[in-house]
């Protein structure tokens, strides 16, 4: 079988520099923040990932992970753009059930290329004509961010583009982020009814404050002058309190709700 994410192809030159690509994202960010439609927050993505060349996307989450505990009653949102044959196509011939981004979702937390899933020996041939036909239809390569939240809540986020060479780690890392952000703004899961916002003690918000400017455990250790397995401790009771297994979503979290300075 045929590897679509063979990286003999002409690779792709990306022209944008780092700082520009900072610059990027501080404006996606000041964006998002002023969307009030999924539209809107949708419409940013896109314009932020095409930095990436990712022209592709699709958000939402398996039915068989939507969240019951939710107000709207589960139903995480969906939005995607890609071509409207290759949606056609994935329903005619169920590949919503046998996706192969969706099953390495469920046991990850990071963002992984799916040429990664493709060339991993637990992948069965079915699942690697899903990436195969998709690289038929303009979908070359691409990169996957599970959104695991509270009470066994699961969405992704799928980025895709026309070229065959992956994307550079930084590229993924910027994707990352925008996912969570994205994710956090469309899903509302950082709405407390209530008025029941998680207390944190001062040394949690000072753990959690220094993970949100992207400081590692050992860095806030030397920060405040405590033991890096001090920090962990901190930054745990944050996660358990604000539900979530991501240190990223609980800093946001935590901005968002006023537990923190954003």
Not at 41 to 65: E, H, T
Not at 77 to 104: A, F, M, R
Not at 220 to 227: D, F, R
Request: proline share 5%; aromatic share 10%.
């Amino acid at each position: 079988m045929s590897d679509p994410f063979s990286l003999d192809a002409p690779s792709y030159c990306e022209v944008t520099t780092d700082e520009e690509v900072a610059v990027a994202f501080d404006m996606f960010l000041s964006q998002l923040n002023g969307a009030i439609r999924i539209e809107q927050l949708f419409d940013r993505l896109f314009v932020f990932a095409r930095n990436f060349n990712c022209r592709w996307i699709a958000y939402g989450a398996p039915a068989q992970f939507q969240d019951p505990h939710r107000q709207n009653g589960g139903k995480t949102p969906v939005s995607l753009n890609y071509p409207p044959e290759w949606q056609e196509h994935c329903v005619e011939k169920g590949y919503d059930k046998i996706d192969p981004t969706v099953k390495t979702s469920r046991f990850h937390s990071a963002a992984f290329r799916w040429s990664e899933v493709y060339k991993d020996s637990s992948t069965t041939d079915s699942e690697r004509r899903v990436f195969d036909e998709a690289a038929t239809f303009g979908l070359r390569s691409g990169v996957t961010i599970p959104l695991h939240g509270p009470c066994g809540s699961f969405s992704t986020m799928n980025f895709a583009q026309t070229e065959t060479r992956d994307l550079e780690n930084i590229a993924v890392a910027y994707l990352q982020l925008a996912a969570l952000h994205f994710h956090l703004q469309v899903v509302g899961c950082l709405d407390v009814s209530g008025g029941d916002i998680p207390s944190l003690s001062a040394r949690e918000k000072e753990c959690i404050r220094w993970v949100a400017k992207g400081k590692s455990s050992w860095d806030i250790g030397v920060i405040l002058g405590i033991s890096q397995n001090t920090v962990n401790f901190h930054v745990k009771n944050v996660l358990r309190k604000l539900e979530t297994g991501s240190r990223t979503v609980a800093a946001l979290k935590a901005a968002r709700l006023g537990l923190i300075e954003p």
